[in-house]
């Protein structure tokens, strides 16, 4: 985790891939970045990037995590509901 800390503050503001068209920060291409690091630790986890920051983010800062989800975890529900709903409303007989 140290590595990939410091390896982000290494990281300058002129880089092309930080901002969008739009002088926005842009965190999908951030990630790009992130991969060129080669962490002394072999472990799988610190090599998937995306799963080491984003349970970094989940584990350090529940609020912007869920934040983060919510909209994803909303869609998920709203059609859990209406499988649901149909499932319970359908004639299908399972003998």
Known sequence: ?????SFSKSISQEHPLITNKKGKPDYHTYYDILKELNPSNTDHKTNNIHWYILSA???YNSKKWNLYIQQVRATILSSYEEHKNRFLKSNFDFR
């Open 1 to 5: 985790m140290l590595e990939l800390i």
């Open 57 to 59: 983010i989940k584990y």
